[in-house]
């Protein structure tokens, strides 16, 4: 008998869901889990999502603006400002279209914009290509005397 060949697990990627609705974060992980391999942690209120974000490595998070509390910039300050995830790549998903806001997210340091509602293949090709990005930052070889 010969001892069978493991496979490596398949790579799974670890998301953080954040809205204050259930359903749409619910409807967010079930849309990425149907093309990609993810572990989504869903957080329903700001304080849960700072509270996650300080203290577990995500590859993405998504995150919406209009929530109670801090809200989604207060989250979004909050991570960039000093959290385990400083350099992760923040979508922020929202129902707010116009372009002041999309400025405003991504001059606060979101890498992504998606307006609610989100359609599966928009929301699938948007998370890949942010994952993808980190992917290459991570292994861009650094100078000497840069600071990392």
Same mark, same amino acid.
């Given at each position: 008998m010969?001892p069978?060949?493991l ?8 998301l ?17 889990s149907?093309? +990609? ?11 849960q999502?700072v ?15 209009? +929530?109670? @509390?801090i809200?989604?910039f @207060? ?9 385990a995830? +400083?350099?992760t790549?923040v +979508? ?5 279209s116009?372009?002041?806001?999309n ?8 890498d @992504? ?12 090709y ?9 992917g ?13």
């Amino acid at each position: 008998m010969t001892p069978a060949k493991l496979k490596p697990a398949p790579l799974r990627h670890r998301l953080l869901i954040v809205d204050d609705d259930e359903s749409t974060r619910l409807l967010i992980a079930h849309l990425l889990s149907k093309d +990609m391999k993810i572990e989504a942690q869903l957080a329903g209120t700001c304080e849960q999502a700072v509270r996650l974000a300080n203290n577990y490595a995500y590859d993405a998070i998504l995150l919406d603006l209009q +929530m109670p @509390g801090i809200g989604g910039f @207060g989250v979004l300050k909050s991570i960039r400002a000093g959290s385990a995830n +400083m350099a992760t790549p923040v +979508m922020i998903v929202s129902v707010l279209s116009d372009q002041e806001t999309n400025d405003r997210c991504i001059a606060a340091g979101a890498d @992504g914009y998606l307006v609610k509602p989100v359609e599966r293949r928009a929301l699938v090709y948007a998370v890949k290509a942010l994952l993808a990005a980190r992917g290459k930052a991570k292994k861009k070889p650094g100078r000497l005397g840069e600071d990392g």
